[in-house]
């Protein structure tokens, strides 16, 4: 039983890993993209992420 305990905890590891990697990578893709990115919750309308670009042409800046 804690051999698979073990397995179980090694997969959520990777699993981890992984998701951190990808959020990274969406992080340096809105980051160095050249054109204005906004990512908003549609429900919320609360503004979740905008790039530098959005940001340097928005005539009112957004708040960290």
Not at 18 to 32: D, F, G
Not at 34 to 43: C, G, Q
């Amino acid at each position: 039983k804690s051999l698979e305990s073990g397995v179980e905890n090694s997969k959520c590891i990777k699993k981890e890993i992984t998701l951190q990697r990808s959020e990274e990578k969406y992080r340096k893709l809105i980051e160095i993209a050249n054109d204005a990115i906004l990512l908003v919750d549609v429900e919320t309308q609360i503004i979740l992420n905008a790039n530098k670009v959005l940001k340097i042409n928005l005539v009112c800046p957004l708040k960290k």
